[in-house]
């Protein structure tokens, strides 16, 4: 594998249960559920938007100690709408920041590094 190169791998295989896939990435191990499946445990779309708000929590945070910005916390809130017609199309995604500890200037450029990535 060339250097400089990260592989991240995911297996999923059928549970027994139409719609539940049991879900392993390294050791860490977890159920999705479709929304027409059980729609009990996490979901398909869910696990989706977690990824990416997960993102920008985690990046936010480690470039704000690099650059020694004052961040107190910060909470990332997305919203993934579908059209029932359209269950597997997003409409839209809308992303919100809530960081506290910065002043609005610094919020703005902190949520701006992680558009930018």
Same mark, same amino acid.
């Given at each position: 594998?060339? =250097?400089?190169?990260?592989?991240? &791998?995911v297996r999923s295989s059928s549970s027994g249960t139409p719609g539940?896939? #049991?879900?392993?990435? /390294?050791?860490?191990? !977890?159920?999705?559920?479709?929304?027409?499946?059980?729609?009990? %445990?996490?979901?398909?779309?869910e696990a989706f938007l977690a990824g990416i708000s997960s993102c920008?929590?985690? #990046?936010? +945070?480690?470039? %704000?100690?690099? $650059?020694? *910005?004052? #961040?107190?916390?910060?909470?990332? &809130?997305? +919203?993934?709408? /579908?059209?029932?017609? +359209?269950?597997? /199309? !997003? =409409?839209?995604?809308? *992303?919100? !920041?809530? #960081?506290?500890?910065?002043? $609005?200037? =610094?919020? +703005?450029?902190?949520?701006?590094?992680w558009k930018s990535r």
């Open positions: 594998m060339a =250097q400089g190169v990260k592989i991240d &791998t539940r896939s #049991l879900n392993s990435a /390294r050791q860490q191990h !977890f159920i999705l559920d479709s929304p027409s499946g059980p729609n009990e %445990a996490v979901t398909n779309g920008g929590v985690t #990046l936010i +945070e480690k470039y %704000a100690i690099d $650059q020694k *910005v004052p #961040l107190e916390s910060m909470e990332v &809130t997305i +919203e993934g709408v /579908r059209s029932d017609a +359209e269950p597997n /199309r !997003f =409409q839209c995604i809308n *992303v919100s !920041f809530a #960081l506290r500890g910065v002043s $609005q200037g =610094q919020a +703005e450029e902190l949520v701006e590094v």
